[in-house]
T-cell receptor
Framework: GAGVSQTPSNKVTEKGKYVELRCDPI?????LYWYRQSLGQGPEFLIY????????DSGLPNDRFFAVRPEGSVSTLKIQRTERGDSAVYLC?????????????FGPGTRLTVL | QKEVEQDPGPLSVPEGAIVSLNCTYS??????FMWYRQYSRKGPELLMY????GNKEDGRFTAQVDKSSKYISLFIRDSQPSDSATYLC???????????FGQGTELSVKP
């Protein structure tokens, strides 16, 4: 079956601009996660959703970052007033349920470059 | 200090070698331990998952957890060029699915 998909695969923007990154989880998965991976580093947790609600947004670095999942499926990560330090690969993952033992399946990521 | 420490490598071995990858962690609240493999420009994929201290084997892969030392390992036997990738350890507490990752170790298996 189809895995997690993310669009766009690459996004180049200028400092100060607004960007939206989209994640389509595996069908039927109730939990959705966003991570950020900087070059040479492991993924860093940003936020996760159970259904439509954000269960934990403690990893969002500041109020320029916001994520939504209005219908409990597709999610959008929104970044306002982008900064060069926001450049990274943004990974989305989904799992069947929100438990410690449910496997998180990752998408290929969106590579964001802020000039 | 990071919660999870992992030597970034790179690590280069000949085909057929046994590979040992390791992570240490500082938070005794971590209960679940995973190893992910990430190919270049791809998302991580789960290789192994363990809960308790001890060994878990799956084909050529063995995961080992020592909670008393806060140390986890992944062993790859009879390594193949297709094993060339970055290996990430990850762990979480009893708080849902939030994963804490190590930095990743880049492995290259030479034919």
């Amino acid at each position: 079956g189809a895995g997690v998909s993310q669009t766009p695969s690459n996004k180049v923007t200028e400092k100060g601009k607004y960007v939206e990154l989209r994640c389509d989880p595996i069908s039927g998965h109730t939990a959705l996660y966003w991570y950020r991976q900087s070059l040479g580093q492991g993924p860093e947790f940003l936020i996760y959703f159970q259904g439509t609600g954000a269960a934990d947004d403690s990893g969002l670095p500041n109020d320029r970052f916001f994520a939504v999942r209005p219908e409990g499926s597709v999610s959008t990560l929104k970044i306002q007033r982008t900064e060069r330090g926001d450049s990274a690969v943004y990974l989305c993952a989904s799992s069947l349920r929100l438990t410690n033992t449910d496997t998180q399946y990752f998408g290929p990521g969106t590579r964001l470059t802020v000039l | 200090q990071k919660e999870v420490e992992q030597d970034p490598g790179p690590l280069s071995v000949p085909e057929g070698a046994i590979v040992s990858l390791n992570c240490t962690y500082s938070n005794s609240a971590f209960q679940y331990f995973m190893w992910y493999r990430q190919y270049s420009r791809k998302g991580p994929e789960l290789l192994m998952y363990t809960y308790s201290s001890g060994n878990k084997e799956d084909g050529r892969f063995t995961a080992q957890v020592d909670k008393s030392s806060k140390y986890i390992s992944l062993f790859i036997r009879d390594s193949q060029p297709s094993d060339s990738a970055t290996y990430l350890c990850a762990m979480n507490r009893n708080q849902g699915g939030k994963l804490i990752f190590g930095q990743g170790t880049e492995l290259s298996v030479k034919p």
